[in-house]
């Protein structure tokens, strides 16, 4: 479970793990560019993308395509509004971040609340 957290504004977006081993993000300076977060689980690297969208609401999602990946280039990087594919090419709207699945785009995070 990700739990997105409302607070701290010293921090961009800092990555721990709570007792209940949720993984909170804090998301209060989140803007319309993308910040990627690393999560270190027992040396195993998870990158998420976090972005607030033109309707102000962060998004969150693995920066992984679902489709290119296990390619080493299955990751995005953001070019105005758009995340692309830097496998593909394919572009993702930082709206639909975290909403679709099953095509050309990061990796939705499938449990997560919002604090």
Do not use: M, W
Not at 33 to 47: E, H, M, P, S
Not at 71 to 97: D, M, R, T, W
């Amino acid at each position: 479970v990700v739990v997105l957290k409302q607070g701290n504004k010293e921090k961009i977006a800092t990555v721990e793990a709570n007792e209940d081993n949720n993984i909170i993000l804090d998301t209060s300076n989140i803007t319309s560019t993308a910040t990627f977060v690393n999560y270190d689980d027992d040396g195993i690297i998870i990158q998420f993308i976090l972005v607030r969208g033109i309707d102000n609401k962060v998004r969150i999602a693995l920066n992984t395509c679902q489709v290119c990946n296990p390619s080493p280039k299955a990751y995005f990087i953001q070019e105005g509004e758009y995340l692309v594919c830097q496998s593909c090419g394919a572009k993702f709207h930082i709206n639909k971040i975290g909403i679709e699945k099953e095509e050309c785009n990061p990796t939705p995070v499938e449990e997560k609340q919002e604090e």
